[in-house]
Structures are given as structure tokens and as C-alpha cells.
Nanobody, 116 residues
């Protein structure tokens, strides 16, 4: 079965950094582009970043460009999100998801809280 397990979230001060991980299993990870999303309470779900199957192409939402970096290690079936210069408005639950997949699998998400 398809499984996505996000981890690495936590409480951090403004300007701090976190590195999120998403461990994937149950599908051909290396053949799929992957995405990171986030959703804050009372807000719509936002696409944060995307990466192609081999990692050669990346794309970012305007509100994270220059601060976040998406990467992947296909040998480990894992996609990462390095988050630097964190802001209060980055507070959300972060999820990873396969792009254009014949399944609709979401992990439990990982909570990122940016607070003084």
C-alpha cells in the first residue's frame, strides 16, 4: 500500500530553519514528481514546492522563493524541504504528495509552528 510519512516539523523562532522529510513507500517513487503542500487553520491548502522525478527541475510558490529548497533522494525514497528564514505566516501543517499519480495518498502531515 502507498504510504507517505512526513517528519521534521516543530516549534521554531522567526528567522530559524527546519528540514522536513517525507518517506515514501508502496509505489515507484523515482518515476513520480513530488510536491510539498501546506495548510494553516482556516486557510486553503497551498502548493509550496515541486520537484521532477529525477530532481532536475524544481518550482516554488512565490512566498517561499529564496527561502525554501526542495530536494529528493530516490535511493532513499525520500523528498525533503529545507526551510530557512522562517516567518510567522509559514505556520501550517506540511504534507507531501505524488504528482499525477493514480492514487490519492496523503500522509499525516507534520506541524510547523513559527512563534516568538
Amino acid at each position: 500500500q502507498v504510504q507517505l510519512v512526513e517528519s521534521g516539523g516543530g516549534l521554531v523562532q522567526p528567522g530559524g530553519s527546519l528540514r522536513l522529510s517525507c518517506a515514501a513507500s508502496g509505489f515507484s517513487f523515482s518515476t513520480y514528481a513530488m510536491r510539498w503542500y501546506r495548510q494553516a487553520p482556516g486557510k486553503v491548502r497551498e502548493l509550496v514546492a515541486a520537484i521532477s522525478s529525477a530532481g532536475g527541475y524544481t518550482n516554488y510558490a512565490d512566498f517561499v522563493k529564496g527561502r525554501f529548497t526542495i530536494s529528493r533522494d530516490n535511493a532513499k525514497n525520500t523528498v525533503y524541504l529545507q526551510m530557512n528564514s522562517l516567518k510567522f505566516e509559514d505556520t501550517a501543517v506540511y504534507y507531501c504528495k505524488a504528482q499525477n499519480a493514480p492514487f490519492d495518498a496523503w500522509g499525516q502531515g507534520t506541524q510547523v509552528t513559527v512563534s516568538s
